[in-house]
């Protein structure tokens, strides 16, 4: 880290680039994957080809209709 950004770390509370990577802007949501697999039973490996559209058209499937 190099002052400037310590700096502005302590002043300004930014914080800095700590080299996480970030989620996709497409990934679904845990607790979505989670209720596919688990209460509609998908396999792990068809939610994660999904989009997230259609794994929330899934979703509001199986709530709508049970299956």
């Not at 002043?11 to 509609?40: C, E, H, W, Y």
């Not at 068809?46 to 199986?62: C, H, I, W």
Request: aromatic share 8%; proline share 7%; charged share 25%.
């Amino acid at each position: 880290m190099d002052e400037t950004t310590f700096w502005a770390c302590i002043k300004d509370g930014a914080v800095p680039d700590r080299g996480t990577p970030k989620p996709p802007s497409n990934a679904l949501p845990a607790d979505l994957v989670q209720l596919l697999i688990f209460k509609v039973g998908l396999d792990e490996a068809e939610v994660a080809v999904m989009s997230k559209e259609d794994a929330v058209a899934r979703m509001q499937k199986y709530w709508a209709e049970g299956v």
